[in-house]
């Protein structure tokens, strides 16, 4: 299995701004993993 890859501050930042948006109006009660992946391995 490769390592995984950091994670940068703006990958964290751009999460951040979407949960503030109009866009995640509808989004309640879910965990917003932010990990480069790591879940998906």
């Keep these: 299995m490769r390592p995984v890859e950091l994670i940068e ?3 964290i930042s751009n999460a951040i701004v979407l949960l ?4 995640a ?6 965990t917003l993993p932010v ?4 879940n998906n391995r």
């Design 9 to 11: 501050a703006v990958g």
């Design 20 to 23: 503030a948006s109009d866009e």
């Design 25 to 30: 109006r509808y989004v309640t009660g879910v």
């Design 35 to 38: 990990d480069a992946g790591y």
